[in-house]
């Protein structure tokens, strides 16, 4: 084994790739229950925002407890997501218990939001619901057993 590189303390963000910017901020306040931390998605038409990093792409940031979720508006319209390609799998959020997950699919199924079961993982230590964010991204509520 080599020397370690680095010692990460956890994950500062992770953001995801849209093609809606406006479908997708709904999408996830509506899933996440807070408005962004910080929102350039009103500007998405301004020329060069697309590029502009300061600016997040035109994107916004929600928190999500100590870590921060980020949308970025910058694929083409009409892609789809593809969990086999190199890159993003899936998104995990933690919840605080499997009864707040339980609660989340009655809320999923008042919303008319389309996803999976609440399924225990067995050994794992953990059971996940999940749910499909406008792109397709696939998105987990998981809590611990």
């Known amino acids: 084994m080599s020397e370690q590189i680095v010692r990460p303390l956890g994950l500062a963000h992770v953001r995801v790739t849209v093609t809606d910017i406006h479908r997708s901020k709904a999408f996830y306040e509506q899933l996440l229950g807070v408005a962004p931390a910080m929102d350039f998605s009103e500007?998405?038409?301004?020329?060069?925002?697309?590029?502009?990093?300061?600016?997040l792409y035109g994107g916004c940031i929600f928190p999500v407890g100590e870590q921060l979720f980020g949308l970025r508006p910058v694929a083409p319209s009409?892609?789809?997501f593809d969990p086999d390609t190199v890159g993003l799998d899936h998104v995990?959020?933690?919840?605080?218990s499997?009864?707040?997950?339980?609660a989340a699919a009655s809320r999923l199924d008042g919303a008319g939001i389309e996803h999976g079961e609440v399924t225990d993982l067995g050994d794992a230590g953990m059971v996940i619901l999940s749910v499909q964010d406008p792109d397709d991204i696939n998105?987990?509520?998981?809590a611990q057993k």
């Open 43 to 55: 500007h998405i038409d301004e020329p060069g925002i697309a590029e502009d990093r300061e600016r």
């Open 78 to 80: 009409g892609q789809r």
């Open 92 to 96: 995990s959020f933690t919840v605080g």
């Open 98 to 102: 499997v009864d707040e997950l339980r």
């Open 139 to 142: 998105l987990e509520l998981a």
